[in-house]
């Protein structure tokens, strides 16, 4: 694949602008003026088009391949949606909030509130904030809640306590909302060891984070005692909802027990994400943190009209510039009110039913460190194709020559050699087939024939690179 620049011919041109009638400066000092044309690619409007056509093609992506990567829920995201959110593009942000504007957007300010009563009903939580504009922003302004929330009732608590199964996320957003870390370690099924979080719960905890179920895939069957341990202590339990596609219609976290929940629209309803590309993680709270949530917050007036409450003494401020991702709400406002409760419950019955398939014909080709029902997502371990010096890595990239997007690797930490499948419900069978083929033949050449997946992948343009390297030192120059 050549470089634009490479093929630049001079003259070429895509666009054909007109002369300009603007009259040149004469005020401009010297210095600032361009003496040499800048050196841009020179192509035609197909050259262009080719190219970038092309360099799409050497993607991976939910439209072109399978891409099971476990907890960041890569499902395909209906194109209807796509539509829905355009119908607001002419909503600007700034007209709620000029003097009379809230009468001129009832229907944008009514998506936030409608799309508020869902969440908060799915979630089995009393309000939800629209604004926190990823998963960790919400989790940052869910710890920052409950800090106030202490504060108000005269309460400085020093730690917050997250399960080692977390996601990395948790411990950042606590820490940087002023909180010390207490780590429990799993005990041997999976889940939070029971006594350990008991010898480490005291007074000073502010919250437990919890994933449920966890980024093993395994619910916690007690996950109620913990929230009941937590309480005891005054401390306050929150639900990494970040992916809900194992429990929609069916658990609500404000059932079991947890006081705040963030969601991840960009995991679980239907926006595309990945290359860091916009989401949004509403934050949904029991009643005694409502006080505290970000403003401005839409409010309904006795007269069905939707207003938005910009002062309150006790929020802790705003989170994000205007409402949020309001493209990614307005799809996620469509995918609920399309699917309805009987088509969210059948989400999360085809995610766990595809993830328990996969989890049954692989797990005998593959070290399964849990061998459990799971939720969404399982999570097997490299640790047999190890003694052939294979690593997951290698499997992940063996994947890519198959035509398969690797599923995540070494995550979770508390697994050695992970390899966490997340096949998510929009997959058919087939696909599935496909896929556990792939891996079952990767078992089996690092028994006969290791080289192949150490030598992986070679259908691409690029074989192994360094990818930390790769994503702190962009070069996007050549
Ligand atoms: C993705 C994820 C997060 C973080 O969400 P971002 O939107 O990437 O900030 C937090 N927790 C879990 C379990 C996740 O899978």
Known sequence: MRLIYEESVAGRRGVALPASDVPVSESLPEELLRVVPAELPQLSELDLVRHFTNLSRRNFSVDTHFYPLGSCTMKYNPRVLEDAALLFEAFHPMTALLPGGEELCQGSLGLLY???????????????????????????????????????????????????????????????????????????????????????????????????????GLFNPRIREICDIAHSHDALMYYDGANLNAILGRVRPGDIGFDVVHVNLHKTFATPHGGGGPGAGPLG?????????????????????????????????????FFGNFGVLARAYAYITMLGRQGLMRVSE?????????????????????????????????????????????????????????????????????????????????????????????????????????????????????????????????
Not at 130 to 150: K, V
Not at 401 to 410: I, L, S
Not at 433 to 456: C, K, Q, T, Y
């Open 114 to 216: 409608d799309l508020g009563q869902l969440l908060a009903d799915i979630t089995g939580m009393d309000e939800v904030c629209t604004q926190p504009l990823a998963g960790a922003q919400g989790e940052m302004t869910g710890i920052m809640l409950i800090a106030a929330y202490h504060r108000a009732r005269g309460k400085r608590k020093r730690y917050v306590l997250v399960p080692d199964s977390s996601h990395g996320t948790n411990p950042a957003s606590a820490a940087m909302a002023g909180y010390e870390i207490i780590t429990v370690a799993s005990g041997t099924q999976g889940d939070m060891d029971m006594e350990l979080f008991r010898q480490a719960m005291n007074d000073q905890v502010a919250a437990v984070m919890m994933t449920c179920p966890n980024t093993l």
């Open 285 to 321: 709270v029991r009643q005694a943190l409502i006080p505290f949530l970000p403003l401005p917050r839409v409010r309904m007036d006795e007269h069905g009209r939707l207003c938005l409450e910009t002062e309150s003494e006790l929020s802790i401020g705003r989170c994000a510039n």
């Open 350 to 478: 085809a995610a766990v039913l595809n993830a328990n398939y996969i989890k049954e014909r692989l797990k005998g080709h593959y070290e399964l460190p849990h061998d459990l029902p799971c939720m969404h997502e399982c999570v097997f371990s490299a640790s047999r194709q190890l003694a052939q010096g294979v690593h997951a890595i290698d499997i992940a990239k063996y994947l890519i020559d198959r035509g398969f997007h690797p599923p995540t690797v070494y995550f979770p930490l508390n697994v050695r050699e992970a390899i966490m499948i997340e096949p998510t419900e929009t997959e058919s069978r087939a696909t599935l087939d496909g896929f556990i083929d792939a891996m079952i033949e990767a078992s089996g050449l690092a028994e006969s024939n290791p080289r192949v997946l150490l030598d992986a992948p070679l259908t691409m343009p690029v074989s192994r690179l360094d990818e930390t390297k790769a994503a702190r030192e962009l070069k996007v120059c050549w």
